[in-house]
Every structure is written in C-alpha cells, then in structure tokens.
C-alpha cells in the first residue's frame, strides 16, 4: 500500500544539517541560498567548533560542537533537529532553490528512504576549480559516479556522500544513524543500512541539486 507522506498543501519539516569547522565565507553563502528556497517548512542547523559571530547567518540556529568529526557534528545537529526529513549538506556547497521541493516531492512515496542530487561546480569558482569539477565529472574521473557531479537520469542507487543526502528522520534512527568511528566513509555505512537492512530505496533526482566549491586541481 502507498502511503503518501505529504498531506494536501502541507509541507513536511526539513531540518537542513551544516557540519563546519568555521563559519567562513562558504558557510555563510550557504545560509544565503538555504534562505532564498522555494520552500517554507524547514530550519537551518550550522555546527562549527566555535560560535563566531557572523552576519550572514540569518534564521540559523548555531550549535558550538568543538573539535568533532563532520559525522558526529551530523549526529548532533540530528539530535537538535525537529524535521520530519534531514538534509545533510557541506559548508562549501549551496543549494538550488528547487532543492527541497524536488526532493520531497519524492518522499510522498513511502518506501525511499533516501534521496539525493547532483553536486555541481558553480560557475563562478575559478579556472583551476572549474578543472577540478570537470575532472570529476568525466568518466576518466568520476568513472560510473560521474552522475553525482552534474545532472543525469532519474535512479535507484545504494550508495550517496553527505554533500547532497536527505533522509527521512525515522529511517535515519532505524537504521542506526552514523558510525562516527568512521570519516570518510559514514555515508557509505549508513545507505548500506537504509538499502540492505531496512530495505528502503535512495534515489538519486538530478533536480536536487547543489553547488559544490572544488578544490584547485
């Protein structure tokens, strides 16, 4: 049986999870575009070590961590959060403002437990980061993954980074949460949970899409 999750003109809570080490400048671009979403029902979470003041952070609610792991700092943000879904994103990435609009959308199916997007280079990073995103984004680079770089086709998939990862709150705790004694690699423990335990589906939708800053080549 289908059961809807969204009810008629009712958006569900999306409590939108932002590990850092520092409220930089990237963290602060984030906030801006989390804030100009096409989206109304859903609260920001930024976790730096320090609680810095920055000016940029407008309607976000700031949690000083200290000196943990980006997974534990997930794992706090989770606890604080009152979202029906968690949206996880990286402090140097920012969201396109249909980002969860298309991803709920997805979630009125009740058996994905996962969704997530394309991670694209923004076109204003520079020359040397633009090679880096294209690096990623071919086969030589990205290899079958290339789709998590720039927009593909709609699909199941049974892996997906926290870069761009939303999860139902209730499929997050069922399947464990994060297995902090890991970095990299958390992510990747927690969709095998979500597919091979709970048997729940991650789709990838190439319209939940963020912007992700590279790393010069």
């Given amino acids: 049986v289908r059961v809807l999750f969204m009810a008629k003109n009712k958006q569900p809570r999306v409590s939108i999870i932002i590990p850092c080490k520092k409220i930089g400048e990237y963290a602060e671009e984030c906030v801006r575009h989390c804030n100009r979403l096409d989206y109304d029902n859903y609260e920001i979470i930024v976790l730096p070590d ?79 980061l633009q090679a880096s995103g294209a690096v990623y984004q071919s086969v030589m680079g990205g290899g079958p993954y290339s789709y998590r770089y720039q927009p593909g086709e709609r699909r199941n998939v049974d892996d997906y980074p926290t870069c761009n ?8 705790v069922d399947a464990g949460g994060f297995d902090t004694d890991y970095w990299p690699g958390e992510d990747t423990i927690l969709c095998r949970a979500i597919t091979m335990t709970l048997k729940e589906s991650i789709i990838y939708e190439p319209k939940t899409l963020v912007y992700h800053h590279r790393r010069n080549v």
């Fill in 165 to 172: 990862l939303l999860v139902r709150k209730r499929t997050f």
């Fill in 50 to 128: 320090e609680n810095t003041e920055a000016t940029e952070l407008n309607n976000a609610i700031i949690i000083e961590t200290g000196d943990l792991r980006p997974a534990q700092k997930r794992e706090l943000g989770v606890k604080h959060s009152t979202g029906e879904i968690i949206a996880f994103i990286d402090d140097d990435a920012y969201p396109a403002p249909e980002w969860l609009t298309s991803a709920v959308a997805i979630f009125e199916d009740d058996r994905v437990g996962a969704v997530g997007g394309p991670a694209v280079t923004p076109n204003s990073d520079s020359l040397l």
